[in-house]
């Protein structure tokens, strides 16, 4: 899969081999996919709806936000950010990721490998057909990256070798410091890689991870810039990887389209309940 396609192009295809997939939609899976998208990788996001970030009462540290932020409003916002930038999505739950060159991709692909997809993700998708459906019910999503950004849940990457669990009262994936697992191709963001328990900092990682990602992905040096005209060029430098130069006009129409839709976005209450920890719940 070229990261030159555009997602989307071959929905229906059932075998359709992705180049990122994240498990885990909360704020770190979210960020990375944003990165991994805005550069063309065809990225889908797998989640179950269960980030922590719903049950905050008001979000006061979030940078950019100085009187605080709805968090359910902010993580739509960011999965509205992760769909611009082209990323699928899938709601349903990942219960095995499997290395393909265990010949765990052949069998769960039930076809030859004839991609250069790494891992086959197993989903079990309450509502598969629901939005950006990527192939038929029930098959594995064959992809050659993985983002693990599941919080402190680990049981679906019993099928990868060589994958550090640590379990610390509750289960984290062994990291370096951006995010590299040890296994070709499979990352962990957020939380799980034993990140600080604040979103900003498991956003940020997420953020890093995709970059990481990115740049191991044969880009180089991956800026992910949006420069004023001629910021690199009348320097008579080339626009580095990620990055693109716009004129005065099309700044200010990126500017009024993005100021509309955040007056549009923050205009009424979130209209999601407040959640909270499942053992006060009736
Ligand atoms: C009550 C409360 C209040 C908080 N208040 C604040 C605060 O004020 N400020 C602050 O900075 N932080 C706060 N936090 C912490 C913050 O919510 C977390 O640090 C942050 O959400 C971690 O981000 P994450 O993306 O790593 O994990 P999460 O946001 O939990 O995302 C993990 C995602 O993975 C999905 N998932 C898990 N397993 C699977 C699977 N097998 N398949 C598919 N999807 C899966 C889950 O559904 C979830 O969406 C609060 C947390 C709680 C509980």
Redesign the pocket.
């Known amino acids: 899969m070229s990261g030159d396609e555009t997602p989307g192009d071959d929905e229906a295809d059932s075998r359709r081999s992705r180049d990122v997939v994240v ?7 979210l960020s990375a996919a944003v990165f991994t998208a805005r550069q063309g990788l065809d990225t889908l996001v ?8 719903r ?3 008001h ?4 940078p950019g936000f100085p009187l605080g932020v709805d968090a359910r409003r902010l993580l739509d916002l960011l999965a509205e950010q992760a769909a611009t930038a082209g990323a699928d999505r899938l709601d ?3 219960t095995r990721v499997a290395a393909v060159d265990e010949g765990e991709g052949a069998q769960a692909g039930g076809d030859e490998a004839r991609d250069d997809a790494r891992f086959v993700v197993e989903v079990d998708a309450d509502d598969r057909n629901d939005r950006n459906d990527p192939g038929d019910l029930g098959d594995p999503i064959r992809t050659r990256y993985v983002v693990a ?3 402190n ?1 680990v049981g ?1 990457l019993d099928g990868v070798e060589g994958v550090g669990i640590l379990d610390r009262g509750k289960s984290y994936v062994d990291t370096d410091e951006r995010g590299r697992t040890g296994v070709d191709g499979l990352y962990a963001a ?3 890689a034993e990140k600080p ?4 900092v ?1 956003a940020g990682h ?1 953020a890093e991870v995709g970059v990481t990602l990115l740049e191991e992905d044969d880009r180089g040096f991956y800026h992910d810039w949006v420069a004023p005209d001629g910021y690199f060029t009348d320097r008579g430098r080339q626009v580095p990887p990620g990055c693109e130069e716009i004129d005065d006009d099309e700044r200010r129409e990126r500017e009024e389209a993005s100021r509309e839709a955040i007056r549009e976005r923050f205009a009424a209450l979130h209209p999601d309940p407040q959640e909270t920890h499942p053992s006060l719940e009736e």
């Open positions: 498990v885990g939609g909360g704020v770190a899976g797998i989640d179950d709806g269960g980030s922590l970030l049950r905050n009462a979000l006061e540290n979030f349903g739950r990942a950004a599941t919080k849940e679906y957020g939380r799980l328990h604040q979103a900003a498991c997420g």
